[in-house]
């Protein structure tokens, strides 16, 4: 009897959630709210992002222009759209104290925008800017090959899926987040990432974003040519 009750709870639970979280474009699909999306959302609810808005989208939404993506959720330009990429620096060497260091990290996680790209060489230079200039600064070889860490690694590190990672409610907390510069410039000041699922976006402005994940800011990204 108890368990018929607490499934019965958990269900009227799940439907609330599916509810007050689809939008008018998944309302009556098959929208499962996951842990991983659980897990962003407290996250975002906690630091107090009060601007934060959820949209989910259609499941052929990376088929689509950046146009296109756009319209789904709202946005004024396609500089709004961001998504989340987690680097490794294969010369990493840790502290002798392995206590978490933004200045000198194996896994940075960058948000950049869907019309830049990362500049590898830009991103080792502001990493290693990070130290003042003097002893304590890094030499250079230890940050001359920045690498997209593979999936797998993203996905164990983040808890987050292809086309889902979100820099909010990572299971490794202590990996720095890097804001690249140009996202200070989109106009309104308001971007979307991803949201825990790859159907799931999440937006915010810029300011919440950035004090809330004590993100770093650095000029690491060039416009890149759109096809």
């Not at 609810?45 to 959820?54: A, E, G, H, V």
């Not at 104290?97 to 830009?122: F, G, R």
């Not at 999440?202 to 650095?218: C, D, K, P, Q, T």
Request: proline letters at 5%; charged letters at 20%; one cysteine or more.
């Amino acid at each position: 009897m108890a368990a018929e009750a607490l499934s019965t709870l958990q269900s009227r639970i799940e439907a609330l959630e599916k509810n007050s979280w689809c939008t008018d474009f998944t309302k009556g699909n098959n929208v499962t709210i996951t842990p991983e999306v659980r897990r962003a959302r407290r996250h975002v609810q906690s630091s107090q992002c009060f601007s934060s808005k959820w949209v989910w989208c259609p499941s052929n939404y990376y088929e689509m222009e950046l146009e296109q993506r756009k319209g789904i959720l709202g946005a004024h330009s396609i500089s709004q759209l961001c998504k989340a990429c987690l680097f490794e620096n294969k010369n990493y060497v840790p502290n002798t104290t392995n206590e978490a260091d933004p200045t000198n990290s194996q896994y940075y996680l960058v948000v950049v925008q869907y019309v830049e790209s990362i500049n590898t060489t830009k991103l080792a230079s502001e990493l290693r800017g990070l130290r003042p200039a003097g002893s304590s600064r890094l030499d250079p070889k230890y940050f001359t090959d920045m690498r997209l860490a593979p999936e797998d690694v993203s996905e164990k590190l983040t808890g987050y899926g292809h086309n889902g990672v979100s820099p909010f409610g990572m299971l490794d907390a202590s990996i720095p987040v890097i804001v690249c510069k140009s996202v200070l410039n989109v106009r309104p000041k308001f971007v979307w990432m991803g949201g825990g699922h790859k159907d799931l976006k999440l937006g915010m402005a810029v300011s919440e974003f950035v004090n809330a994940l004590n993100a770093i800011v650095l000029d690491v990204s060039e416009p890149r040519t759109l096809d």
